[in-house]
């Protein structure tokens, strides 16, 4: 058994993670709803995801959630596309190693009901701005997890559920 230097040990458990605030678009037309594709490199990469992105220093979360999807997807929201706040959702991923700290995010939760217009534009989307696959699938492929999300989703799937 190798000897590990016990400050590194310690590192995970001594060094508070920065909390991640994330915008996070549950968009749908109907039944069908959007996701992306974690790309392999990023944190909980090749697992797929509701679009958005972080916030940005003294952006309100529906700011960075209008900005989000329009760079991640292309998709501007209009005021005849529903965007209701969920919840908020904080979500620590433990270290993977010692010398890793915890990885603590904080989902600010939107339904986005689509219009049909909008629907229209981007039914057939394939792709991402950012190279990601982006897929629509119904609801119940969603809530029987065929398309297999991050774990701090689960409260999100669990409202999913009521609905």
Known sequence: MPITDPSKQLKSLDTPSKVIEV??????????????????????????????GKIGQGEASEEALKREVFEEIGMTLSKADSIDFIQSITHTYPAKNVDEVDKTVTLEVFNVALSKQTYDKHANQT????????????KSDLLTNRYPLPEANNQILAWLQTM
């Open 23 to 52: 915008a996070v678009a549950v968009i749908h037309y109907g039944d069908r709803y959007l996701l992306g594709y974690r790309h392999a490199h990023q944190h909980q990469g090749n697992r797929y995801e509701f679009v958005g």
């Open 127 to 138: 792709v991402g701005l950012e190279g990601q696959k982006v897929i629509w699938i119904k």
